[in-house]
Structures are given as structure tokens and as C-alpha cells.
């Protein structure tokens, strides 16, 4: 089996308008058995009604909540155009946000019957004052957000794999497969700031993240979309982390977060040597 298990489409709108069909073209001339469409779920509208912080391009980093339908259309056209040559899943990147479990639970209800896999995710904090922010849009809205935070780094980190264990511990409800999104998702802006290696209280924190990962019976998501962001450079987690996950026996899927037909399959040979090493 190769599984890409964390793509996008166009319903993201911050990433390309391709057609989903030239992902799969790609996918299947890259030898992928398994492709999990993974858009980001429509964000609960209360969260979207106080959220003050900036907006993608068109709407939101995420599909609208009016693009649902056009989303399991667009999914089930293409499964019926290359299911012969490839098994595609159906999923949702679903944001974790603390204080909205109730409305993202009610989500995963509704869709429960349409959902193969979902990949859960942290890309938004509580900063200081209490205004939630994008950890992931870009180095400005990281400083506006959370210039507290960014004078120790480790306490930024700590919020955010903090959030991340909270978001193991939060109950979807459903009985199908979960993978936990890019763990590391904190370091994306690494050069640029010059943040140093996690200390050893985040470190603890991450091993507490794989060991809950394994007992919940969850994925780890082993994200190649760091290695392509100019100031990262490396995968979420790194490979340290994931050999560390590799010898708690974690199981572990490695995904492109592909936002573009030219993302996938960046660093599979790799990424999959270093999970598959016993
Ligand atoms: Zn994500
Ligand atoms: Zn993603």
C-alpha cells in the first residue's frame, strides 16, 4: 500500500484552483494504492463570528459551510472517474479549537455516514488577551497574535502541543480512523525566528502526545509540508520525533497536505524509510 493520507482541493481556497482530477492523475502516476481527500471542514460559525484575525484570499482557510455539497460531489465524481485505479477515501481535516468541541462534534455527527478518515488539527491559538489567532498564516500574524508568547518560544510551543494533547483527549464521537495533524505544526516560521529545539518540558509533552496517540488507537500524520515552506525545512514532526514514534510503535501515515498537484509525494521515500525502520 502507498497512502497519501492529508490532501487539499480547491475548496481550501488559499492553495490552487486545480482540479481535483489532476491530483489523482498525479497520485496514480506516483504508484499512491490510497489517496484521503482531506479539505479543511467548514470552521463552526460561532467560532467564525468572533474570530478577528485575517481571512484567506477569497473566504476563509477553510471550505464554507455552503460548500459542503459541492465537496461530496466533487469527491464522488472523481471516485467514480478513477476508482479502478485508485482507492480514494473520504475525510476532512477537522479543526481542534478549544471552546468549540460541542459545534465541531455536532459536525462529525451530521457527516458520520460520509466520513472514512479525518486528520484533526491545530492551526489556531488562544493568545494572551484571549483572541484566538492562526499559529500557520504567516510571520506577521504570528507577532500580531502572539508577541507575548514569542519573547520565550518554549511558551509558544507549549501552547501549542498543549493544544494538541487536548485535541487527542477530545471525543469526535465517531468510530472511525483519526489522524493527528502535523504535531509540530509550531516550527513553520523556525528560520525566520530563530526558535531554538524544543526543551525538555515539550519534549515530554510531544512523547506524551505519541504515547496518547497509541492508547487512543490514532495515526500520527507524518506531514510533508514543512519540508517545502522556505522557513521550516523540515517535516512535522522531524525525523527524530518520528524515529522516537517508531520505537513506541505509534502507527504513523504519512501525508503531503498537498495544496497543489505539485505537492504530492514530496519526501515519500524518505519519510517512509524513517517510519518504516524497525
Ligand atoms: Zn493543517
Ligand atoms: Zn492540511
Redesign the pocket.
Known amino acids: 500500500m502507498k497512502k497519501d493520507g492529508?490532501t487539499?482541493t480547491r475548496f481550501s481556497h488559499h492553495g490552487s484552483q486545480e482540479p481535483l482530477d489532476l491530483y489523482l492523475e498525479r497520485a496514480i502516476e506516483l504508484g499512491f494504492t490510497d489517496y484521503v481527500v482531506?479539505e479543511?471542514a467548514p470552521l463552526p460559525d460561532a467560532f467564525l463570528a468572533a474570530y478577528t484575525g485575517p481571512r484567506s484570499q477569497d473566504d476563509d482557510s477553510a471550505m464554507l459551510a455552503s460548500e459542503l455539497t459541492a465537496y461530496k460531489a466533487e469527491v464522488a465524481r472523481v471516485k467514480e472517474k478513477y476508482g479502478n485505479q485508485i482507492r480514494i477515501h473520504q475525510g476532512f481535516?477537522v479543526d481542534y479549537l478549544p471552546g468549540y468541541e460541542a459545534e465541531t462534534k455536532a459536525f462529525l455527527q451530521e457527516n458520520a455516514n460520509w466520513i472514512d478518515e479525518i486528520?484533526l488539527?491545530v492551526h489556531f491559538l488562544r493568545n494572551s488577551s484571549g483572541l484566538i489567532g492562526p499559529i500557520d498564516y504567516d510571520t506577521d500574524q504570528l507577532k500580531q497574535f502572539f508577541p507575548v508568547e514569542l519573547q520565550n518560544p518554549q511558551v509558544l510551543f507549549n501552547k501549542y502541543v498543549t493544544a494538541v494533547q487536548q485535541s487527542i483527549e477530545f471525543d469526535t464521537g465517531l468510530s472511525t480512523p483519526v489522524r493527528i495533524?502535523?504535531i509540530t505544526l509550531i516550527r513553520k516560521f523556525q528560520k525566520y525566528f530563530g526558535f531554538p529545539d524544543f526543551d525538555q518540558e515539550n519534549q515530554r509533552k510531544i512523547t506524551a502526545i505519541l504515547t496518547s496517540i497509541l492508547a487512543k488507537g490514532y495515526e500520527l500524520d507524518v506531514n510533508a509540508?514543512g519540508l517545502r515552506k522556505e522557513f521550516c525545512g523540515e517535516s512535522y514532526p522531524d525525523a527524530k520525533i518520528l524515529r522516537q514514534a517508531v520505537e513506541l510503535q505509534v502507527p504513523m501515515t504519512y501525508g503531503s497536505?498537498a495544496h497543489a498537484v505539485a505537492d504530492l509525494g514530496l519526501a515519500y521515500n524518505e519519510l517512509s524509510t524513517i517510519i518504516n525502520e524497525k
Open positions: 492529508h487539499h482531506t479543511h481535516e486528520v488539527s495533524g502535523h509540508a497536505d
